[in-house]
T-cell receptor
Framework: NAGVTQTPKFRVLKTGQSMTLLCAQDMNHEYMYWYRQDPGMGLRLIHYSVGEGTTAKGEVPDGYNVSRLKKQNFLLGLESAAPSQTSVYFC???????????FGPGTRLTVT | AQSVTQLDSHVSVSEGTPVLLRCNYSSSYSPSLFWYVQHPNKGLQLLLKYTSAATLVKGINGFEAEFKKSETSFHLTKPSAHMSDAAEYFCVVTELYSSASKIIFGSGTRLSIRP
């Protein structure tokens, strides 16, 4: 039982490049989330999903897209990276009816 | 509207002394409250949660928190700090039965432990 895993752990992009971050969970959780963490700002919700095939916008969705084609995977895409997207990205999941979120180890992204 | 305020961005205590990390919240309905801990370069781990049962909640590693509705507070305490407690702590509020977009994180409190 690996819990929540994220790929990659680190990435450096140039402005305008695109990339996809992968989140996978093996706990059969219905809900999945993408957050970004910036110094002094806590975690801010980018997008979330309440089930396979469904996604919704969170607090800071601009510049990001997501997909949930399989229940266990939640992908976060950056179509044209900007320096403002330099951050640490966390994926989380939770079971329907529970309020505890399980977090992945994070992806540190730098956009130059 | 929901919000959560962590009153101290940084707390420093000596090993063996008590820890107090302060959190105030506002919520229109019945809130669920959580404390998460994040060790350097790691993900977040749940310390404890309040979901409308007992107001004094015990968590892992000797931490506990008390839900005080009259003061809209959910402060985190530990009687005796250990060096391994050095980490960032986040207070989180969400409303029962709310949508996922109403999970609000505080800005975090960094706890340092002096030998």
């Amino acid at each position: 039982n690996a819990g929540v895993t994220q790929t990659p752990k680190f990435r450096v992009l140039k402005t305008g490049q695109s990339m996809t971050l992968l989140c996978a969970q093996d706990m059969n959780h219905e809900y999945m989330y993408w957050y970004r963490q910036d110094p002094g700002m806590g975690l801010r919700l980018i997008h979330y999903s309440v089930g396979e095939g469904t996604t919704a916008k969170g607090e800071v969705p601009d510049g990001y897209n997501v997909s949930r084609l399989k229940k266990q995977n939640f992908l976060l895409g950056l179509e044209s990276a900007a320096p403002s997207q330099t951050s640490v990205y966390f994926c989380a999941s939770r079971l329907l009816g529970s309020y505890e979120q399980y977090f992945g180890p994070g992806t540190r992204l730098t956009v130059t | 509207a929901q919000s959560v305020t962590q009153l101290d961005s940084h707390v420093s205590v000596s090993e063996g002394t008590p820890v107090l990390l302060r959190c105030n919240y506002s919520s229109s309905y019945s809130p669920s409250l959580f404390w998460y801990v994040q060790h350097p370069n790691k993900g977040l781990q749940l310390l404890l949660k309040y979901t409308s049962a007992a107001t004094l909640v015990k968590g892992i590693n000797g931490f506990e928190a008390e839900f005080k509705k009259s003061e809209t507070s959910f402060h985190l305490t530990k009687p005796s700090a250990h060096m391994s407690d050095a980490a960032e702590y986040f207070c989180v509020v969400t409303e029962l039965y709310s949508s996922a977009s109403k999970i609000i994180f505080g800005s975090g409190t960094r706890l340092s432990i002096r030998p």
